[in-house]
């Protein structure tokens, strides 16, 4: 009986949590987006010239 009923319990209890951890990452990434775009293209040229060596 616990095999079946723990797998369910776990996804019930996760599901919700990774469901918000998504929304908040998607929030901090657009209002960073937003404050600061310049960091972000530095940091992406860096990886470009990681990539390219």
Same mark, same amino acid.
Request: proline content about 8%.
């Given at each position: ?12 209890? /996760?599901? *919700? &949590? ?7 990452? #998607? ?7 937003? /404050?600061? *775009? &310049? ?7 860096? #990886? ?6």
């Amino acid at each position: 009986g616990f095999a079946k009923v723990a797998p369910m319990d776990i996804i019930k209890r /996760t599901t *919700p &949590l990774l469901l918000i951890a998504m929304l908040v990452n #998607i929030l901090v990434a657009f209002y960073l987006a937003q /404050t600061n *775009p &310049l960091p972000k293209e530095q940091n992406t040229t860096k #990886i470009e010239l990681k990539i390219q060596k």
